[in-house]
């Protein structure tokens, strides 16, 4: 953070919210012209501040408004098994997001799904057949109260 200024701060508070705006609008909102904010945008996104530029999609009107937080025990777990379990979820699309996590259990899944009977043959046919799966638990999502995209800055 010490690289940052004010402005660059302020570009990615703009970005986060909206990261359609063009140059020139962006400029607009932090009273520079296009090509400083260019720049900006360029040694950010170079930086690493910036990973990415995505479309965020309405899972209820794709059906896919069932979420689900899984918290999944492994039944062993050194580097190798962790390693082995985070590959095969980076590949099942049902899981939009996966933390190693301390307590309990090992890693905390959030998964979209279109109803119960979808995450029931989804418990049984894709999470239940990873080998070192020792155990989980499913919390429901009954109301979503708060979902921000970006960070508090």
Same mark, same amino acid.
């Given at each position: &953070?010490? $690289? ?14 909206? !990261?359609?705006?063009? =140059? ?5 909102? %932090? =009273?520079? !012209? ?32 069932? @979420? @689900? ?5 492994? =039944? ?39 109803? &119960? ?7 049984? =046919? %894709? ?10 638990? !499913? $919390?429901? %999502? &009954?109301?979503? %109260?708060?979902?921000?995209?970006? @960070?508090?800055?």
């Amino acid at each position: &953070m010490d $690289t940052l200024d004010k402005i660059d701060l302020d570009l990615l508070r703009i970005l986060q919210k909206n !990261s359609k705006l063009t =140059n020139k609008e962006l400029a607009a909102k %932090v =009273n520079l !012209s296009t090509t400083p904010v260019f720049e900006r945008l360029k040694r950010l996104e170079a930086d690493g501040y910036i990973k990415k530029y995505i479309a965020v999609l309405d899972a209820e009107k794709l059906n896919l408004g069932f @979420v @689900v937080f899984c918290s999944v025990k492994l =039944n062993r777990l050194n580097r190798d098994i962790a390693t082995e379990f985070s590959h095969i979820i980076q590949e099942i699309p049902e899981v939009t997001e996966c933390y190693n996590i301390s307590g309990a259990y090992d890693f905390l899944l959030k998964i979209h799904a279109p109803d &119960m009977k979808y995450y029931q043959e989804f418990i049984l =046919n %894709v999470l239940g057949t990873i080998e070192s799966l020792g155990s989980l638990t !499913s $919390t429901f %999502v &009954m109301a979503e %109260v708060k979902h921000e995209y970006g @960070v508090g800055i």
